[in-house]
């Protein structure tokens, strides 16, 4: 009932004969049936009749069923018949054609939308193709009444949008009798869904705004101070001056903090993480800071030691490689409340880290973490739980973050710091890959140093190392020892050896660095000032856009070049002049979400709040506008959801709990 067609056949339309050609798809056409008969032997037995209107002939064909369909067809009759046009040594034909006797009165009961619903070579296999689930459903709607389906939104809203009832919406989504009434049993299902994903969200942000009790961060001091007015290396920009002072207002109200930060790659969300933490640690209460791989926790660790160099500040970093002693040691400290602001990996969740009183928690690219490793970190703090700051450089386009984020609060930094020079990015194909070298000699030249990324995805996993091998290889004899020095990098390499390569690159010892995607986070190197993107045809736009941010974090001006081969898909060349054409990262998100899906989109697949079932993120912002507003307004007349006409809400979000109830422990 619930599994909606993904499209429909419109037999309202009859083709004429001679209008067809092998182009022509799915048509219904109406005539006579002239001739039939079976010709060949063995596999190559077929039926084949002469199908004949008032403007030509067409061939029919059909390699199973022969004998019975021998039987049933009869030559002479009029039928309606409906098929794929085909073209075999220039004739056309149409094969296994649905056939239907024609009405003596010139109408067919069949004459409307055929729902098409996805399937799979299971279900076909026994016997449920999209014909059998059709009749399936329609011997089903046919024995249900509204009273099955009984209505599950207000009089008020069905009035104020002209929505048809459910049961009503549900009878047309699946054999709708023309496109008015299909389109209004669209809107309305696609409606239904979504306002009901944002009572739930906005439910669920309310209660915690009441019920969830949050430390008191109500003075600002002396190392918040300090740092402020001694130590930032540079001037805020406004965008992060807003963010600080909407935190500042959170930590103020004794309410738990659930924000999400969003910002482009280096619009300077780690400068307004640590100014938070000094807010917490000038509070009397520990921060931490979670990242999702060793090497972006490391890179936070580093930069942020070196901002509170010579400030009290005890700062700790954890990973699954500090062991023994050293792990005992920081431990304890922690315990003790010694160390102040705690960084690494998930790693910081696991049972024996104890904090003496965290306050603040802070996760860095969060949609890389399940549900449940989040929930253990916000444990550790008790009698309430720490404030929460979930930081993104994935820029999620508003719709998504509506959906997926629409219980949290959302900051953006919408403003990159001053001097920062847009990115050039290029588009090459393998007949320029001598320029593109030449071009990288001329950059090694200047003193800059350049990034080379592969793919490395999963299911060709050992075609793409190879790749990754041959192209250092290839790059080795472009650019010899000892006048040049080439890193490589990997996931399948051992810590040890790719962080010792990581900081070759850093410390400038070498001039390339050969990696997969490992570098799309966390690696910052402003004398890198070029990012050669290969098989560009194989990344996503955000994660194009990602790599692309590792360069231009100096002042000089950066380049990403898209290697790519000449034959492109539409949508792999889409991609690319998008990457050309802006350096704006929400802009490319949301180009992402209407080319790819938000089901594709990273880390989303984890949250329930994207099974929709008929909605499009994509496509359907406006509806989703209206039902957010809709269920705000209800929720601020009647936050219980008490009053009569709002019964059907009630029972509605009792019914289908269950399928949310993974919602109270997302962040």
């Not at 009572?199 to 209660?207: A, G, M, T």
């Not at 404030?387 to 949290?408: C, E, F, N, Q, S």
């Not at 492109?568 to 054409?581: H, K, T, V, W």
Request: charged letters at 25%; glycine letters at 6%.
């Amino acid at each position: 009932m619930f599994q909606f067609p993904f499209r429909y056949i419109d037999k309202t339309q009859f083709h004429r004969i001679a209008d067809l050609n092998e182009d022509s798809g799915v048509v219904q056409l109406r005539g006579i049936l002239r001739r039939l008969s079976v010709v060949g032997d063995g596999r190559k037995k077929r039926l084949t009749g002469v199908f004949r209107d008032e403007s030509g002939a067409i061939e029919l064909v059909w390699f199973t069923g022969i004998n019975w369909l021998e039987k049933a067809l009869v030559v002479g009759t009029e039928y309606v018949v409906f098929g794929k046009v085909n073209a075999f040594r220039d004739q056309l034909n149409i094969a296994h054609p649905e056939m239907e006797v024609a009405a003596a009165d010139n109408t067919q009961k069949s004459t409307t939308f055929v729902p098409v619903y996805p399937s799979t070579e299971k279900l076909n296999a026994k016997g449920l193709d999209a014909k059998a689930r059709r009749r399936l459903m329609n011997i089903l709607l046919e024995r249900l009444g509204p009273q099955d389906l009984p209505e599950n939104m207000p009089a008020g809203i069905l009035q104020q949008y002209r929505f048809p009832s459910r049961f009503q919406a549900l009878r047309s989504i699946h054999f709708p009798q023309n496109q008015q009434e299909l389109d209004a049993a669209r809107n309305r299902l696609k409606f239904e869904e979504l306002f009901f994903l944002q009572l739930r969200l906005l439910q669920l942000k309310r209660r915690r705004k009441t019920e969830v009790r949050g430390y008191v961060f109500d003075k600002i001091g002396e190392q918040f101070n300090l740092f402020f007015n001694e130590k930032l290396p540079f001037e805020l920009t406004n965008a992060q001056k807003r963010v600080i002072k909407e935190i500042r207002r959170d930590f103020a109200t004794g309410i738990q903090m659930n924000r999400l930060l969003q910002g482009d790659v280096g619009s300077g969300k780690t400068i307004v993480a640590l100014m938070c933490a000094l807010m917490a640690i000038d509070n009397g209460f520990q921060a931490c800071i979670m990242a999702p791989t060793e090497i972006l926790a490391q890179q936070h660790y580093n930069a942020i030691s070196e901002y509170l160099d010579g400030m009290d500040i005890g700062v700790a970093f954890l990973s699954g490689n500090v062991k023994g002693k050293k792990r005992s040691q920081l431990l304890k400290e922690l315990e003790a409340g010694d160390i102040h602001l705690l960084i690494g990996t998930h790693a910081l969740i696991e049972d024996p880290v104890v904090f003496k009183n965290l306050g603040l928690a802070i996760t860095d690219e969060q949609h890389r973490f399940g549900v449940a490793q989040r929930a253990r970190l916000w444990a550790k703090s008790k009698p309430y739980p720490p404030h929460v700051l979930v930081m993104t450089a994935t820029p999620i386009p508003r719709t998504l973050a509506m959906t997926l984020y629409g219980d949290l609060d959302v900051s953006v930094i919408d403003e990159l710091p001053p001097g920062r020079k847009d990115i050039v990015t290029t588009h090459r194909t393998e007949h320029h890959r001598m320029r593109v070298i030449g071009f990288m000699r001329e950059e090694i030249a200047k003193g800059r140093q350049i990034y080379v990324v592969y793919p490395l995805i999963e299911e060709s996993e050992k075609l793409d190392l190879q790749n990754l091998q041959e192209g250092y290889e290839a790059l080795q004899r472009e650019f010899p020892p000892p006048e040049y020095q080439i890193s490589i990098v990997h996931g399948r390499m051992k810590s040890a050896d790719k962080d010792f390569e990581m900081q070759r690159f850093v410390s400038g010892a070498t001039q390339i660095m050969v990696a997969t995607t490992v570098i799309e986070v966390g690696v910052n190197v402003p004398n890198a000032s070029v990012m050669v993107i290969e098989n560009t045809e194989r990344f996503g736009l955000s994660q194009l856009h990602q790599l692309r941010g590792r360069v231009g974090r100096g002042a000089e001006q950066s380049f990403c070049v898209l290697l790519s081969s000449y034959k492109l898909s539409a949508d792999s060349r889409e991609r690319i002049q998008i990457m050309c054409s802006t350096n704006n990262g929400f802009d490319i998100a949301e180009a992402d979400l209407r080319l790819r899906g938000p089901g594709d989109l990273e880390g989303t697949q984890q949250s329930g709040a994207l099974n929709l079932r008929i909605a499009d993120l994509a496509k359907d912002g406006r509806i989703l506008q209206a039902a957010r507003e809709t269920a705000t307004l209800i929720l601020d007349a009647d936050p219980q959801l008490a009053l009569p006409e709002h019964q059907v809400l009630r029972d509605f979000l009792e019914q289908t709990k269950k399928r949310f109830s993974a919602w109270n422990r997302i962040s």
